[in-house]
């Protein structure tokens, strides 16, 4: 039976009781007496109550509907609502998951596009920074300590404090480079570029240690990229926002093949504070590869970020999945991506 249908008898049901109580042999005396009125009232009480009885019953699909529809979250896919309730209800339930599937494989394919994108602009600006500025520098000086042996011995050491300034400046463009363009993942693998992440996080302040497990399965590429760029993010917030002492970064094999990331420090936590750019970063670069990524308090306070990586047959199906709605949609990407790093 339709919706509309159920509605309409349930308020007919109403109205003919109500009918049928004034065909009976209830009187209305003028002025009204104490014992009419009371029956009266009863009766009313009783149909208002049994009407908002079953129209609850009725409508009780849609509520929880309703409910499925504002927990959804795109970046946490696989919930769906279950089908329940008359056919009305039940066919705009279907059609709210067939939606839903739609809106997290245009999700997926946008997402892919934008990190792609943003990847090969990584990439432009870090050869520029190297080809551009650093050989400017590298030049600038040469040319000053050029300038500086022949100078008289007053402007020799301030051109010496000048050079030091220009050799900052060209270590951290160089610093800046290989973040954005992590040339030793490429020549070297996963496992040598996070010993080098870890070593560059590690200050007088903070104390980043990395452990690799025996037996890692090698991933292909794209999955390589996710788990570093997820491990950069992660000491990246926990270097500019946990205040943390110490940081572990772990990579170890799953059974079956899979594997696990897991970023651990001893800052202030999370807190109630919502996802930023960086985390939600972290979550869409997770879905290209079908990982699961899960951020919450540490076993000791602090912040731990664990990213399950399937193994190497999921992940290839899960990106061919993506690759798949990436290029069978139109629409333009509307990922805000990661490029502004170290927001939560």
Do not use: C
């Not at 059609?95 to 599937?101: C, H, K, Q, R, Y």
């Not at 040598?192 to 452990?211: C, D, I, K, N």
Request: charge should be neutral; glycine fraction near 12%; charged fraction near 20%.
């Amino acid at each position: 039976m339709s919706l509309y249908w159920r509605i309409f008898l349930l308020n007919a049901a109403v109205l003919v009781t109500a009918v049928l109580l004034l065909l009976g042999p209830v009187t209305v005396s003028t002025p009204v007496v104490l014992g009419e009125a009371v029956v009266l009232l009863a009766g009313l009480a009783a149909m208002l109550i049994a009407n908002a009885v079953l129209l609850r019953i009725g409508l009780a699909p849609l509520g929880r509907l309703t409910r499925a529809m504002s927990a959804v979250d795109l970046l946490r896919p696989g919930s769906r609502a279950r089908v329940e309730g008359p056919g009305e209800v039940a066919g705009l339930t279907t059609s709210f998951n067939a939606m839903l599937g739609r809106l997290e494989a245009e999700r997926a394919g946008s997402t892919a596009r934008a990190l792609s994108a943003q990847e090969a602009e990584r990439r432009r600006i870090a050869q520029e920074l190297h080809d551009e500025v650093g050989q400017t520098l590298t030049a600038v000086l040469l040319q000053l300590k050029h300038v500086a042996d022949r100078a008289p011995a007053p402007l020799r050491e301030e051109l010496h404090q000048v050079q030091e300034t220009t050799r900052t400046s060209l270590d951290e463009i160089r610093r800046i480079a290989r973040r954005l363009r992590p040339g030793v993942l490429e020549e070297l693998g996963l496992h040598s570029a996070l010993r080098a992440l870890t070593a560059e996080f590690t200050s007088g302040s903070l104390t980043v240690r990395h452990v690799i497990g025996p037996g890692v399965p090698r991933l292909d590429e794209a999955a390589e990229l996710v788990v570093y760029r997820v491990a950069q993010e992660a000491l990246t917030n926990a270097a500019r926002h946990a205040g943390a002492s110490a940081v572990e970064v772990h990579l170890s094999g799953r059974p079956g093949g899979a594997v696990r990331l897991l970023v651990r420090d001893d800052g202030r936590g999370i807190g109630p504070v919502g996802e930023g750019a960086g985390i939600q970063g972290m979550r869409e670069r997770a879905l290209l590869i079908g990982a699961e990524l899960a951020i919450g308090d540490g076993p000791r306070d602090g912040t731990e970020v664990r990213l399950d990586v399937p193994a190497v047959d999921a992940a290839a199906a899960a990106a061919a999945a993506v690759s798949t709605a990436g290029s069978g949609s139109g629409s333009r990407s509307g990922s805000a991506g990661d490029l502004g790093e170290g927001n939560r």
